[in-house]
C-alpha cells in the first residue's frame, strides 16, 4: 500500500510543520510532545524515547521515574513489568546489532526470537500495540537512544521513513537542549543530588532511594528537586535524562 500523491504531500507538509514546531521549543518534554503530534498524522498514538549507555536494557516501557518518555498504556507498562518482559524483550538484541529503523514483526519471525519472547509482542498486542517499529540512535562511547512508534494497524513504507527522520530530528535537537545549558550550574551539583538522580534514573521512587541512602523521603525529595532547579529542567525524567546525556551520571 503506498501513499496517494495527495497524501504524500500532506504529510511532507506536516513534517515541515514539525521542523518549524521544534525551533524556539526550550524543553525536552515540549519536543516529545511535538513528535508524539506528528506521528498521530500517520494513525500512532503511542511513542517512547530513552536515552541509554551501552549496558543498559532497551525499548522497555519504563516506570516514569526512568530516564525515558513514553505514554504507553498505564496497564501495558504494569503488566510488562509484572511478568518480567523487561528481562526478556527481544527489541534489546536488535537494537544493539542494528543502525537502521526496524519493524517489531521482523523481530517476531526472526528466528532466533523465543516463544518466550514472542509473548511479549503477543501480550502488548492484546493491549493495542499490534505492531511497531524502533530507531536505534547510537552515539559516542558505546551510548545511545531508541526512539518507538507503535499502532493498531500496519506501517507502511513511507510512514516509517518520516518517522525514522522525525525520530532523528527529535534526538538531536534533545541533545542540543542539554548542550546548550550552562556547565556551570550541572558542575554545581552535590555528590548527594548526583546519588538520587542516579537512583532516579535507575527507576526508584523516593521511598526507595531514602532506603538506598539512607535518608528520608522528604530529604530524597528535596535533593532531587534542587538537582531539577540546577539542571533548569521541570521533572525528574528530564533530570535524569539531562545528567546522562552530560556523563553527570553513569547508569
Excluded at 550550574?185 to 532516579?200: F, G, M, N
Aim: net charge neutral; proline share 3%; glycine share 6%.
Amino acid at each position: 500500500m503506498h501513499f496517494t500523491p495527495a497524501a504524500a504531500q500532506a504529510f511532507a507538509v506536516e513534517f515541515g510543520r514539525f521542523l518549524d514546531q521544534t525551533v524556539d521549543v526550550a524543553q525536552t518534554e515540549q519536543l516529545f510532545d511535538a513528535l508524539c503530534a506528528f506521528a498521530l498524522n500517520f494513525d500512532c498514538p503511542w511513542v517512547a524515547y530513552e536515552h541509554l549507555t551501552s549496558d543498559q536494557r532497551v525499548l522497555t516501557p519504563v516506570r516514569r521515574e526512568r530516564a525515558a518518555m513514553l505514554n504507553y498504556p498505564d496497564q501495558w507498562q504494569a503488566h510488562y513489568f509484572k511478568m518480567g518482559y523487561d528481562k526478556i524483550d527481544p527489541i534489546n538484541r536488535t537494537c544493539r546489532k542494528r543502525a537502521d529503523a526496524f519493524r517489531w514483526s521482523e523481530v517476531y519471525n526472526d528466528g532466533l526470537t523465543t516463544e518466550d519472547e514472542r509473548r511479549v509482542f503477543d501480550e502488548a498486542a492484546t493491549f493495542g500495540l499490534r505492531s511497531g517499529i524502533s530507531i536505534p540512535l547510537h552515539g559516542p562511547k558505546g551510548s545511545f537512544a531508541v526512539t518507538s512508534f507503535a499502532q493498531g494497524g500496519e506501517f507502511q513504507n513511507r510512514t516509517v521513513t518520516y518517522l525514522q527522520l522525525a525520530a532523528l530530528h527529535f534526538h538531536l535537537r534533545a541533545a542540543r537542549l542539554v548542550n546548550s545549558s550552562g556547565m556551570e550550574e550541572i558542575a554545581d551539583l552535590s555528590p548527594r543530588e548526583k546519588e538520587c538522580i542516579l537512583w532516579t534514573a535507575r527507576g526508584k521512587s523516593s521511598w526507595e532511594i531514602g532506603r538506598i541512602l539512607g535518608i528520608s523521603l522528604n530529604t530524597a525529595n528535596f535533593h532531587i528537586k534542587n538537582a531539577m532547579r540546577k539542571l533548569d529542567v521541570t521533572s525528574r525524567t528530564a533530570a535524569a535524562i539531562k545528567a546522562v546525556n552530560f556523563g553527570i551520571i553513569d547508569l
